[in-house]
């Protein structure tokens, strides 16, 4: 597509439900990532991917938080038994390579609003 | 890791220049440093990356002095619609991995 698109862009659960948002990156962009964005903050490092292999998981709260990108091209952010605390925008970036220290230029998607009630 | 260091807020009025300051003392050799802009209610948009001394666009010029400890992003004649969050990142890199970091920005203002 022309750009990351994610899904969806509002979601409202309840307390103890999983949710599964959605990121579908630029076409051929190797490099995909999670944040987590809080109001008046910026955005938080979750999770990346290079193709379909996770690189590094370190900004993953807790075990409650997964995320895959089985074929190397639309990745899954899944949070099981969601708390009011995951309450977030969650923000989906992609970039098309890295070379030496620079990462890219990162394009992010308008996010996911999550909602626990 | 590098960490970055930027101040919280700035203000401006239109037509002036304004330069947001970030000191990343801890830089490594290898890292760029990046900047994004964020509009309230969207993702961060990239502005300019540069390694050392000067890099200009038509958006904004990245001023990098020779030890790189620290950048400076000048933004020509603002409007109203440079009003934004702007966020330095230098590449950091544990166990060999590249974490694109955003810290809390710097708020600019710009007004009438």
């Known amino acids: 597509g022309a750009g990351v698109s994610q899904s969806p862009r509002y979601k409202v659960t309840k307390r103890g439900q999983d949710v599964a948002l959605r990121c579908d990156p630029i076409s051929g962009h190797v490099s995909l990532y999670w944040y987590r964005q809080a109001l008046g903050q910026g955005p938080e490092f979750l999770t990346y991917?290079?193709?379909?292999?996770?690189?590094?998981k370190s900004g993953l709260p807790n075990d409650r938080f997964s995320a895959e990108r089985p074929e190397g091209s639309i990745s899954t952010l899944t949070i099981q038994r969601t708390e009011q605390r995951d309450s977030a925008m969650y923000r989906c970036a992609s970039s098309a390579a890295w070379r030496g220290g620079s990462t890219g230029e990162l394009f992010f998607g308008e996010g996911s609003r999550l909602t626990v009630l | 890791l590098a960490k970055t260091t930027q101040p919280i807020s700035m203000d401006s009025y239109e037509g002036q220049e304004v330069n947001i300051t970030c000191s990343h003392n801890n830089i490594a050799t290898n890292d760029y440093i990046t900047w994004y802009q964020q509009f309230p209610s969207q993702g961060p948009r990239f502005i300019i990356q540069?390694?050392?001394t000067k890099v200009t666009n038509e958006v904004a010029s990245l001023f990098i002095p020779a030890d790189r400890k620290s950048s400076t992003l000048s933004l020509p004649r603002v409007s109203l619609s440079d009003t934004a969050v702007y966020y330095c990142?230098?590449?950091?890199?544990?166990?060999?991995?590249?974490?694109?970091?955003f810290g809390r920005g710097t708020s600019l203002i710009v007004h009438p």
């Open positions: 990142l230098v590449g950091q890199r544990p166990g060999g991995s590249y974490i694109p970091t």
């Open positions: 540069g390694y050392k």
């Open positions: 991917f290079n193709y379909e292999a996770q690189q590094d």
